[in-house]
């Protein structure tokens, strides 16, 4: 129901633009979230964009490089991540659900597969 694209192979200082479609969900009647799970290491969310009223979410670390925006006419929503960094290396994933609080603990309810974005020169 969900399909993350776009990553890929990037050295560090890059941009990336991250995508997440649906051919079934309405995103913006949905809370739409990106997660990452770098190697390792468990998952954790990073960014979100809730439906209408729409507003946006960021954890403190990608705040200024990472930015989340939603295309209604594309039932799209982007990931752009700038100033890609080493540590930015993880498989990111989309998800959606009714209830943005399921964005801070990991519970939305449809998931994508995720897309490999890999920061290495």
């Known amino acids: 129901q969900l399909q993350a694209s776009g990553g890929g192979l990037v050295q560090p200082g890059g941009s990336l633009r991250l995508s997440c479609a649906s051919s079934?969900?309405?995103?913006?009647?949905?809370?739409v979230g990106w997660f990452r799970q770098a190697p390792g290491k468990g998952r954790e969310g990073i960014s979100c964009?809730?439906?209408?009223?729409?507003?946006?979410h960021y954890i403190d670390s990608v705040k200024g490089r990472f930015t989340i925006s939603r295309d209604d006419a594309k039932n799209t929503v982007y990931l752009q991540i700038d100033s890609l960094k080493p540590e930015d290396t993880a498989v990111y994933y989309c998800?959606?659900?009714?209830?943005?609080?399921?964005?801070?603990?990991?519970?939305?309810?449809?998931w994508g597969k995720g897309t490999q974005v890999t920061v290495s020169s």
């Open positions: 964009i809730t439906g209408r009223p729409m507003s946006t």
């Open positions: 079934d969900l309405n995103l913006y009647s949905y809370t």
């Open positions: 998800a959606a659900d009714k209830r943005v609080s399921t964005w801070y603990w990991g519970g939305m309810k449809y």
